[in-house]
Each structure stands twice: as structure tokens, then as C-alpha cells.
């Protein structure tokens, strides 16, 4: 099943929760909506850790859902690119994942696919 999109109202939520958190890293998980195919919740876990160069989580907190389908974290810089260790997240958490990067607004984010390749998401109301 391919992932089409991601619901505006949830990217908003993710720039905020990026900037709330600025200059610690903001991570969450992505949940599929009602609506097939379209990223539209975030899902934050208990015990989740937030620094300046790291965000993580104890993924014995996340709960069993197969809606959840990749993660979302921020980078302090304005890059949006994968560290190696974002990869190594990529790869075991999931199939989509978005980076969003100083200053955190509609156009400072990519998503990526499991294996840190670019894939585009379409933004839908």
C-alpha cells in the first residue's frame, strides 16, 4: 500500500510541535486516518527524549497498531536530510518518515522511504 499524502492539519501540527520544541529535536510516529493511504494523526509516546542532537523513544511504549507507518522528527538546521542514524531508524520503525527542518514551515520538510530514499507526499485538506 503506497502512502499518498499527508492530511495539512497534521503537517501543521508537526511545525508546531518542531518549533515548540526549537533547539531540541521534536520526534513523533505517523498514523494513517479514516481515510486509506493519508497520514492524518501523530502519535507521541510516554518516555520519549528530546536533545539537541537526538530525539528518542522506548519502543516498548508504542502501541500495536497497524495504522502507525513510519516516524517524524525535527532537525534543528535547516537540512532535512538523513543522518546515519536517522537511517538506521528508518529501517526498523516503519515505511514512510518525514524530516522537518529549521524554521519549520511548509516547505523545510521531506519524507523518505524506509530505506532514506526521497518520496513525495501529497499535502491534502
Known amino acids: 500500500m503506497e502512502i499518498k ?3 495539512r492539519d497534521c503537517l501543521k501540527m508537526i511545525e508546531e510541535g518542531a518549533k515548540d520544541m526549537h533547539p531540541r529535536e521534536f520526534l513523533a510516529f505517523l ?10 494523526e501523530l502519535i507521541l509516546l510516554p518516555r520519549m527524549r528530546y536533545g539537541r542532537r537526538h530525539a528518542s523513544f ?9 495504522r502507525i507507518v ?3 522528527h525535527s532537525h534543528p538546521s535547516p537540512v ?4 546515519e542514524g536517522d537511517l538506521l531508524t528508518f529501517r526498523k520503525h516503519g515505511r514512510i518518515h518525514i524530516i522537518i527542518a529549521y524554521p519549520y514551515e ?4 521531506k519524507a523518505y522511504d524506509y ?3 526521497e518520496v513525495k507526499l501529497k499535502i491534502v485538506d
Open 5 to 7: 499524502g499527508i492530511k
Open 31 to 40: 498514523r494513517l486516518g479514516d481515510r486509506e493511504n493519508i497520514i492524518s
Open 58 to 66: 522506548d519502543i516498548y511504549m508504542a502501541p500495536f497498531d497497524r
Open 70 to 72: 513510519g516516524t517524524v
Open 80 to 83: 532535512a536530510e538523513p543522518s
Open 106 to 109: 511548509d516547505d523545510t520538510w
Open 115 to 117: 530505506n532514506g530514499n
